[in-house]
């Protein structure tokens, strides 16, 4: 499985744009990227998946560079309720481990 | 639908004490697995299953035992409660697919602590 490497923590202000780069070195061929959101005592969510170029949903977006060996989640006018921990995550069910999480990026909204 | 659902919510046991962590979904996924996640760390894989009657082993799968009789049920079974399995244990379902990553739906977690 292709292992992630992101910031262990960053914090920014309400109002502002967010964006957390994740590292996949060794991404393989056929992996999607990924990102969960937790909230303390809650299970992740799902935020956005891509495999290349950019994705933008109602809460996200997703930037892949054209090597595909790194991504950026970026969360648009944060507020304090975007305070929570960020997975960045390659490959999954479809192989043989499962879903990998590493510690992900906890990331603090101040006012 | 209710999604996927987890019981207890907390469980307290003492050493050496086994038990069963309960999870169900009613969403129809073939995928189910368990995780355990310890303060500051992200989530580990204990089992997971691609379908009723298939189980496999994920990162830290010792000290726990598996079965899926069902599709919707996934119980995960502590066999002899230890004070290093204290953590918070989640519950994941997806489909399982041709496309190589599925979102994962999560229950709301079962704490659990080893006296």
């Known amino acids: 499985l292709a292992k992630t490497t992101q910031p262990i923590s960053m914090d920014s202000y309400e109002g502002q744009e967010v964006n957390i780069t994740c590292s996949h070195n060794?991404?393989?061929?056929?992996?999607?990227i990924t990102w969960y959101q937790q909230f303390p005592s809650q299970g992740p969510r799902f935020i956005i998946q891509g495999y290349k170029t950019k994705v933008t949903n109602e809460v996200a977006s997703l930037f892949i560079p054209a090597d595909r060996k790194s991504s950026t989640l970026s969360l648009p006018r944060v507020s304090l309720s975007d305070t929570a921990v960020y997975y960045c995550l390659v490959g999954g069910p479809g192989g043989a481990d499962g879903l990998t999480f590493g510690k992900g990026t906890h990331l603090i909204i101040q006012p | 639908n209710a999604g996927v659902t987890q019981t207890p919510k907390f469980q307290v046991l003492k050493t050496g004490q086994s038990m069963t962590l309960q999870c169900a979904q009613d969403?129809?996924?073939?995928?189910m697995s368990w995780y355990r996640q310890d303060p500051g760390m992200g989530l580990r894989l204990i089992h997971y299953?691609?379908?009723?009657?298939?189980?496999d082993q994920g990162e830290v799968p010792n000290g726990y035992n598996v079965s899926r009789s069902t599709t919707e049920d996934f119980p995960l079974r502590l066999l002899s409660a230890a004070p290093s399995q204290t953590s918070v244990y989640f519950c994941?379902?997806?489909?399982?697919?041709?496309?190589?990553?599925?979102?994962?739906?999560f229950g709301p977690g079962t704490r659990l602590l080893v006296l």
């Open positions: 299953s691609v379908g009723a009657g298939i189980t």
């Open positions: 060794n991404i393989a061929t056929n992996d999607y």
């Open positions: 969403m129809n996924h073939e995928y």
């Open positions: 994941a379902s997806s489909y399982w697919g041709a496309d190589p990553q599925e979102t994962q739906y």
